[in-house]
């Protein structure tokens, strides 16, 4: 995880020089500016605030950072450590000299990784660190998809438990493990990175018998692989597969795929239409991944059994007039997918060392690769 | 699993010989009368209704059949094939001479079993089929209590979303994979038989690496089984242990034991008092083994972190004001363990063909040991 960036030319290693100087000379401290966009509490807070070098400059509200009060310190700035909210593009770009940004998260999409290799500044992010907890995120959701979670939950919320009849077939979902007489069980994957593998290794003593992916197009098939993935999960087979073969074989499609232009509404009606109508797709990704009106209308019209989203487009602007917010059989979460205390906690640290690497030009925990971005 | 009750005495099989001459006299039509509580749909019900000697006589309404009506046709019924609601007492069986007792359920306190087995009746039930679908719900509820999915679900339905203000620890619940720093993860059972067994086999890519359980008081500790469990499942331990141990050590306390007056709350303020402040309870067994008021209690004062629960006491007689429905931390299900297609299909037929082996005198798919009992 700890790749350094392409070595800058030598014009970027002049630019470099120039931005410490104009860093040390607006502190007028000769101390290192950073500015951290939200207080990352009691734990990980000093390992920034006990290095006496630093400059350190805090967004101390309990909201969101506002974007002017972050233009106006970037200025004199040698880093900045940010989270998913805080775009960082030309505007912010332009106001200084960054010789690093930090992010605290595993996303980057609100980065211009373009315009970040051009300046010669690198990008901290927080990798690895969330697998789990978000792996844990994705079981729960295609359990609670499965087994009507949201319906039966509010059949006791709404305090209609003592008068609903017992029948033997009552709340019934399908059954997520694969007991006699059901032979066989596939998950299915968009995208099949670190998350998704977490989530695979976690359903195979639910009785899953079989995988299929569908992996980034740039990337070439590798059945050598995924040979040796069938053996790791002990499963019958792991397959790459296209698209139309994830949808049409998949009791559970997991979409853990990057967001981002590329990757929109790639979980479209025509993916929807080829699903069975006894499976669940479930989001734990990013929200642009799903074209939300055709989801909700394969849930009214029973194309699939039900979807379980930590994600949605527009997040957080999802109102109760949502159209999935009303389907009965969408669980829908607020994007809780990393929010255990554990892993915040170690991405909020990962988030200051790479921001006190990036400042003092040392390796960082988690830097990702700029080059061919440019 | 099909084991024979104990061989009646020769006064038990005189008294055999004279229902069974009672049932075909009654019927009139020399077939055997067999009662059935609930329509069990049409992939079951072809299985006692394709019996020409058979006369079926079937609650057909879409409710709980109603007491009067199964006690006027017990009169003449060889076997009888019913739900957890109908109880299996002296009034019930005074009033005929059955053969078989056959109950949809895997649990059996409903039923009389010492008054059965005194009267040479048999009873069937239906375990294993529904292990899988009641381990995948254990499963669920534990992620559901430890990552605030009551709470974070209900952000959404209250449509406050898009006003709720992000923070790095905003959501936050303890996490149940184990991932570094964190060292150990324990489960612990009350209650160590298959749906136990199947619960920790999901658990252990999670990342727990110890577990302990209270077994049955009747039984003797068994070391040689614990080190054979342990190498099963792959832990560090799995260890027998005393209930304050089971409280303390553990950061999950699965509830899996069987109901009745024995195991009444198990669970109670002394339990949970000794619970860890960041675990979670998870009864998917019977409500009766917790005490709702002192579950209700530790969760508004933090003894704990939040619990998950398919069966309540008193159910289903749990209103809006019932203290647990309150509670944000106690994600509560309708008692869905088992609600899955595949699982009460095979419920049913297991009761059915149950029904059929006991009044033609065959061998159960699943008979209960009643000898002993009486």
């Not at 350190?56 to 989270?83: D, K, T, Y």
């Not at 019209?301 to 994600?311: K, R």
Request: net charge neutral.
């Amino acid at each position: 995880m700890s790749s350094e960036s392409a070595s800058p030319s030598s014009m970027q290693a002049t630019r470099q020089r120039l931005m410490s100087i104009a860093s040390h000379l607006r502190t007028g401290s000769g101390r290192m500016k950073v500015v951290v966009t939200r207080d990352l509490g009691p734990d990980a807070m000093p390992l920034l605030r006990e290095r006496k070098e630093l400059d350190l400059v805090v967004w101390s509200e309990n909201r969101a950072c506002e974007r002017a009060w972050l233009l106006e310190q970037i200025p004199g700035a040698a880093g900045v450590l940010l989270m998913l909210a805080d775009k960082v593009n030309e505007e912010l770009l332009d106001k200084g000299f960054l010789k690093v940004v930090s992010t605290m998260s595993v996303g980057y999409e609100h980065v211009d990784l373009p315009l970040l290799a051009k300046r010669g500044v690198r990008l901290g992010y927080t990798p690895d660190v969330l697998t789990d907890a978000v792996a844990d995120v994705t079981v729960m959701l295609a359990l609670m998809a499965s087994r009507n979670a949201k319906e039966t939950a509010g059949v006791i919320d709404r305090g209609e438990w003592p008068n609903s009849t017992w029948s033997p077939f009552i709340f019934c979902g399908p059954q997520l493990s694969r007991t006699p007489p059901i032979q066989t069980r596939t998950a299915g994957f968009l995208g099949f990175g670190r998350i998704a593998q977490a989530t695979l290794r976690r359903l195979v003593p639910f009785g899953f018998t079989h995988c299929v992916y569908v992996a980034n197009p740039s990337t070439v098939p590798n059945p050598v692989q995924d040979a040796a993935y069938t053996k790791q999960f002990n499963l019958q087979s792991v397959r790459r597969v296209d698209i139309d073969t994830l949808a049409s074989a998949s009791d559970v499609v997991f979409v853990l795929a990057p967001g981002g232009d590329k990757t929109r509404h790639l979980v479209n009606e025509a993916f929807l239409r080829k699903m069975k109508k006894t499976a669940v797709l479930v989001n734990t990704a990013r929200g642009t991944l799903v074209d939300s009106d055709a989801l909700a209308k394969a849930l009214k019209e029973g194309w699939i059994w039900a979807a379980g989203l930590d994600v949605v487009e527009g997040e957080p602007n999802v109102t109760v007039d949502h159209p999935l917010v009303k389907e009965p059989r969408c669980v829908m979460l607020p994007h809780i997918g990393s929010a255990t205390f554990d892993t915040r906690l170690s991405m909020a640290a990962c988030a200051a060392r790479n921001t006190l690497a990036g400042v003092f030009g040392e390796t960082m925990q988690a830097e990702l690769e700029l080059k061919g971005t440019a």
